[in-house]
């Protein structure tokens, strides 16, 4: 199918998801430290979802084999990134005229 | 009838059909959990006053269960890993520690659960708790899910590997993937519900 399939290749491809679990053992404990650091809830927010973003880039990249997929999936997932930042700002966007600052 | 595309890639796609088709319905997942965060993101900013996660859940129970999921995760792709290595024994003992890990996630969860009823803290008192209950409930779900394929996979599921290899193999990537994303929906959960 791909260059995947030779034992050695597997062999190197397995040391590479458990140094990712460590990682994310790391970011695990990194993630709840940093929670209780006192900052304002922006900046605890966007902290928040660095570091998150970062552990579900190695869990998708790693784990899913994104970082070496094909190009249909990557379309797959580009499209599902745009809806899904519609989605998520859809319902506020929407509202945007009764905000109070 | 031979079902095309379960080993071989497609032509035009690239890849084997499960792969397609699971990263096609991971698409709709995101979906699904994207327009619940979504909501959580709206009902909180407008709302005139909202507790810390962790002054009302339990955050060193939702750690544990973060380890634990993170773990299943690794399991998982080892057992994929033992496939394609033709150890099917490897395979089941990974296969098996992933159920273990995802039926402790769940005890875990249900510790916590019963914790919170016991406190007097139900979906209807309050919407943080709303929200709280119906994000953690529904990826529960979706852990529950997940055991029933992979229970299924690691018992009578198995019985392929003797007949088609490689199919059973692409099998267990296409169940990883799934769970991977059930992992990753925790990853984002356990900050945005316990932590800020």
């Known amino acids: 199918m791909s260059s995947h399939d030779d034992v050695d290749s597997i062999k190197k491809q397995a040391r590479a998801y458990i140094k990712v679990f460590v990682g994310l053992m790391i970011l695990t404990v990194i993630t709840v430290a940093v929670a209780y650091l006192h900052m304002p809830v922006g900046m605890a927010v966007a902290v928040a979802l660095v570091i998150a973003l970062f552990k579900g880039t190695l869990v998708a990249g790693v784990f899913m084999h994104l970082f070496d997929e094909r190009k249909m999936i990557y379309w797959v997932l580009a499209l599902t990134v745009l809806f899904f930042f519609v989605l998520l700002f859809y319902p506020t966007l929407s509202e945007w005229d009764q905000r109070k600052l | 009838m031979e079902i ?75 057992s994929w890993v033992s496939l394609k290595l033709k150890d099917f024994k490897k395979y089941r003992l990974y296969m098996g520690l992933t159920l273990l890990l995802a039926f ?77 994303f059930v992992d990753l929906v925790w990853i984002f959960l356990f900050p945005t519900l316990y932590l800020l």
Not at chain 2, 123 to 134: D, G, N, V
């Open chain 2, 4 to 78: 095309p595309y379960n080993v071989e890639a497609r032509p035009d796609t690239g890849v084997y059909n499960a792969k397609l088709g699971i990263w096609l319905f991971l698409a709709s997942e995101v979906m699904f959990f994207g327009a619940l965060f979504s909501s959580y993101i709206l009902l909180r900013t407008g709302a005139p006053v909202w507790p810390m996660g962790r002054e009302v859940l339990n955050v060193w129970l939702a750690t544990t269960n973060t380890v634990v999921l993170i773990s299943s995760s690794v399991t998982m792709v080892m």
């Open chain 2, 104 to 180: 402790a996630f769940l005890v875990i969860k249900g510790f916590e659960y019963s914790a919170e009823f016991h406190h007097g803290r139900f979906p209807s008192t309050s919407t943080f708790l709303a929200i709280y209950f119906t994000l953690s409930g529904l990826h529960g779900l979706h852990v529950i899910g997940g055991i029933i394929v992979n229970g299924y996979l690691w018992g009578p599921g198995a019985k392929m590997w003797k007949t088609e290899p490689e199919r059973f193999t692409n099998r267990i990537e296409v169940a990883g993937l799934y769970w991977h």
